[in-house]
T-cell receptor, first 115, second 112 residues
Framework: DAGVTQSPTHLIKTRGQQVTLRCSPKSGHDTVSWYQQALGQGPQFIFQYYEEEERQRGNFPDRFSGHQFPNYSSELNVNALLLGDSALYLC??????????????FGPGTRLLVL | AQRVTQPEKLLSVFKGAPVELKCNYSYSGSPELFWYVQYSRQRLQLLLRHISRESIKGFTADLNKGETSFHLKKPFAQEEDSAMYYCALSDIMNTGFQKLVFGTGTRLLVSP
């Protein structure tokens, strides 16, 4: 099992463009969460997908949207890119449980640079 | 609001010295806390979580609800412990879905 995989590893875009990032969860996992990690900061929660629906969302504008596919993989889309969107985007997967403390496994991230 | 605070950006120690990375949290409820570590050129990975009460790579962390702290400790630091350490809190929604709230991280540098 390769664990959580993300593509691409690096991406350079210009302001106003749109970008799509991809994530495949760890085998056996059905829940995907996305985080943004700006330079010098900890990861910040963007949103989470389960059963192809967005289940909860952090404090991010509607320019950030996502999708989950039947095979549990997920995409993060960002429209109208701003310079401030430059960051490392992390995908994390887990199994949905109603109890606490379920470990989230992280992918290597996609580094996005907006010029 | 949920918040995790790691007051030190950088902690520099010598090999064999004790290490304590500080983490304080605010959470209205019973928290679940984690320490994640990121070694150079590697992905973020779970180091330990408080519900397991286990010791990983010699690190331990005790949840102190009175002081709202979850400090990470190791009695004798090793050079291979040099990494970025993040404290995180699991925020469980009423729906059962959880998200992680991270601190800003502490870089541990262990010198020979």
């Amino acid at each position: 099992d390769a664990g959580v995989t993300q593509s691409p590893t690096h991406l350079i875009k210009t302001r106003g463009q749109q970008v799509t990032l991809r994530c495949s969860p760890k085998s056996g996992h059905d829940t995907v969460s996305w985080y943004q990690q700006a330079l010098g900061q900890g990861p910040q929660f963007i949103f989470q997908y389960y059963e192809e629906e967005e289940r909860q969302r952090g404090n991010f504008p509607d320019r950030f949207s996502g999708h989950q596919f039947p095979n549990y993989s997920s995409e993060l889309n960002v429209n109208a890119l701003l310079l401030g969107d430059s960051a490392l985007y992390l995908c994390a997967s887990s199994s949905f449980v109603t109890s606490r403390g379920e470990t989230q496994y992280f992918g290597p991230g996609t580094r996005l640079l907006v010029l | 609001a949920q918040r995790v605070t790691q007051p030190e950006k950088l902690l520099s120690v010598f090999k064999g010295a004790p290490v304590e990375l500080k983490c304080n949290y605010s959470y209205s409820g019973s928290p679940e806390l984690f320490w994640y570590v990121q070694y150079s050129r590697q992905r973020l990975q779970l180091l330990l979580r408080h519900i397991s009460r286990e010791s990983i790579k010699g690190f331990t962390a005790d949840l102190n609800k009175g002081e709202t702290s979850f400090h990470l400790k190791k009695p004798f630091a090793q050079e291979e412990d040099s990494a970025m350490y993040y404290c995180a809190l699991s925020d469980i929604m009423n729906t059962g879905f959880q998200k992680l709230v991270f601190g800003t991280g502490t870089r541990l540098l262990v010198s020979p």
